[in-house]
């Protein structure tokens, strides 16, 4: 009896998720035959960079209809047909991805998951967020060019580290997979060919994080002009959320004036829905600089050695906080 009761329960709990699915998708496509979602934010970084974090607190005002990992390789059925940071070129086509990100940048495309955190039944725009998007960013702004990209940065030990105390989730961990794509290995990556080759071939966990970080940071910088994408760090945002984020709705705005916003103090302080148990904001120490404690110096040094040959050694001070005048150098060589 009680298995059967137990059984019953659960069928209960699943038409009714599937109630609750089908009636947000009706809501969500109803915004999209009314033009609602005409300002697109797409917010693009590595995996445990904080984005989930930052996307909540650009849309603290429950403004956009959230579209969260659309890109996804692994989560999202539609899109197992491109790789964990797939590069695409501004100027290939292919009529696939074309389709499923026109439905996606139009807000026509609808997904329990992707979905997930939207109530409202009104919306004014999509704030779109992804972790596999960067080496296609580029290709995508130059087809739909009303998105404005937003690219966050965090320092690539904290992501490293942090990953690695999250095996069990999905991410990108050989950077061979990286070199055996043929266009951004004759675009990008043929100088730094070697040097992936040896990195790898050392099985290292934190330094493969690293190098991969350094690729799919890299490559937009390299691609997008200065001015038409927003660059932020993770670590701004912490220290100072407010600023932080009033600049970015100053370039999702367009507006060159200083348009400063208060963010809500119990906004700030959530919690990311994706938050690790083993976060260092769970154990009361710092995001920030927690890794300098965390990974010994001689794997630091190797790491840095990595970062040198893309720019980034000398991008975070020794207190872990960025140097914007040492990215700007990386961006305006692009």
């Not at 603290?60 to 059925?77: D, L, Q």
């Not at 999905?170 to 997979?177: I, Y």
Request: aromatic share 12%.
């Amino acid at each position: 009896m009680q298995k059967r009761n137990s059984e019953y329960s659960q069928h209960m709990k699943n038409n009714i998720r599937k109630i609750v699915n089908l009636t947000r998708a009706t809501v969500l496509k109803a915004n999209y035959v009314f033009n609602n979602y005409d300002e697109v934010v797409w917010l693009i970084g590595d995996g445990r960079s904080g984005t989930t974090w930052v996307s909540d607190l650009i849309n603290y005002g429950k403004k956009y209809r959230e579209m969260f990992e659309p890109f996804h390789p692994e989560f999202i059925r539609d899109m197992n047909f491109i790789a964990p940071h797939q590069y695409i070129r501004k100027n290939d086509s292919n009529e696939k991805l074309i389709a499923l990100a026109s439905d996606i940048f139009h807000g026509k495309f609808t997904h329990p998951r992707v979905d997930s955190a939207n109530r409202k039944l009104l919306y004014e725009g999509l704030l779109i967020k992804d972790i596999f998007a960067n080496l296609l960013c580029y290709w995508a702004v130059s087809k739909f060019p009303k998105i404005k990209p937003i690219l966050l940065i965090r320092n690539p030990f904290a992501v490293a580290i942090s990953k690695y105390k999250m095996k069990n989730g999905f991410w990108a961990t050989e950077p061979l997979d990286l070199l055996s794509q043929p266009t951004l290995l004759e675009d990008y990556l043929l100088p730094f060919e070697e040097m992936i080759k040896r990195v790898s071939y050392e099985n290292n966990y934190i330094l493969n994080q690293v190098l991969i970080w350094s690729i799919i940071n890299y490559v937009p910088l390299r691609q997008f002009d200065p001015g038409s994408i927003q660059i932020c760090f993770y670590e701004d945002i912490y220290q100072e959320p407010s600023q932080a984020i009033s600049k970015i709705t100053q370039f999702v705005g367009g507006k060159q004036e200083n348009s400063a916003i208060s963010l809500p103090k119990d906004v700030i302080e959530r919690p990311s829905r994706v938050i690790g148990t083993k976060s260092s904001l769970l154990s009361g120490t710092s995001p920030v600089s927690t890794w300098m404690n965390e990974l010994k110096p001689k794997l630091i040094d190797d790491g840095l050695k990595i970062l040198q040959n893309f720019g980034f050694d000398d991008l975070y001070d020794d207190m872990s906080m960025p140097k914007v005048e040492v990215l700007n150098e990386i961006h305006k060589s692009a």
